[in-house]
């Protein structure tokens, strides 16, 4: 079993960059596919972002291309997903999720964090 817990969320300002950590624990991070995804209340959970166990291939949604990066420390067993030029449309509740597979659909993620709220004013 692994374990996730997301930090970094806050109030920003349009325009800001924010970086959001995923803390792992009870298993290696380096076994693990990591995504990340963010919820709206009343909304769809979408997916953000992917990176592969070793870091070497990434994949983000069209929304924040240009704008984001998602990384991993596996040494750290820490994972992280920064934005850039935060745009109104970001502010979300951000999870982080891990699974076996290569995959941007939720179901395919075993275990989750307990979100990170990104509130961004304008």
């Known amino acids: 079993q692994v374990q996730l817990v997301e930090f970094g969320g806050g109030l920003v300002q349009v325009g800001d960059s924010l970086r959001l950590s995923c803390l792992a624990s009870?298993?290696?991070?380096?076994?693990?596919?990591m995504g990340w995804f963010r919820q709206v209340p009343g909304k769809e959970r979408e997916w953000v972002a992917v990176i592969d166990e070793a870091g070497e291939t990434r994949y983000y949604t069209d929304s924040v291309k240009g704008r984001c990066t998602i990384s991993r420390d596996n040494a750290k067993n820490t994972g992280y997903l920064q934005l850039d030029r935060l745009k109104p449309e970001d502010a979300a509740n951000y999870y982080c999720a891990v699974g076996n597979i290569w995959s941007v659909h939720q179901h395919e993620y075993h275990s989750w964090g307990q979100g990170t709220q990104v509130t961004v004013s304008s």
């Open positions: 009870g298993n290696s991070l380096s076994n693990y596919v």
